[in-house]
Nanobody, 125 residues
Framework: QVQLVESGGGLVQAGGSLRLSCAASGRTFSAYGMGWFRQAPGKEREFVAYISWSSGSTSHAESVKGRFTISRDNAKNTAYLQMNSLKPEDTAVYYC??????????????????WGQGTQVTVSS
């Protein structure tokens, strides 16, 4: 089992920044790729970013490229999502996940074995 706890969400004005954290406990954190997804009201959960276990590979959704950056610190069992130049359309609950199924694309939810409870990000215009 891996337990994931997100933090760092909040209310920010458009153009501002936030850094989300995802703290992991339980099984070996470094064995898992980590992803961030988000779900806005009335919409399906969507992929935001992914980082491999070694940080050697990252990917970001087109909608956040150049604004968001995923990273991780295996010594601290924590993954991060740095969000800059936030827009009102970034408003959503952000979830981190631990990807244990390498045969499923990293931008697909079924590839993830564990999820956090989510943290709310609200961007005002």
């Amino acid at each position: 089992q891996v337990q994931l706890v997100e933090s760092g969400g909040g209310l920010v004005q458009a153009g501002g920044s936030l850094r989300l954290s995802c703290a992991a406990s339980g099984r070996t954190f470094s064995a898992y790729g980590m992803g961030w997804f988000r779900q806005a009201p009335g919409k399906e959960r969507e992929f935001v970013a992914y980082i491999s276990w070694s940080s050697g590979s990252t990917s970001h959704a087109e909608s956040v490229k150049g604004r968001f950056t995923i990273s991780r610190d295996n010594a601290k069992n924590t993954a991060y999502l740095q969000m800059n130049s936030l827009k009102p359309e970034d408003t959503a609950v952000y979830y981190c996940g631990a990807r244990g199924r390498a045969g499923i694309r990293a931008d697909q939810e079924p590839g993830y074995d564990y999820w956090g409870q989510g943290t709310q990000v609200t961007v005002s215009s």
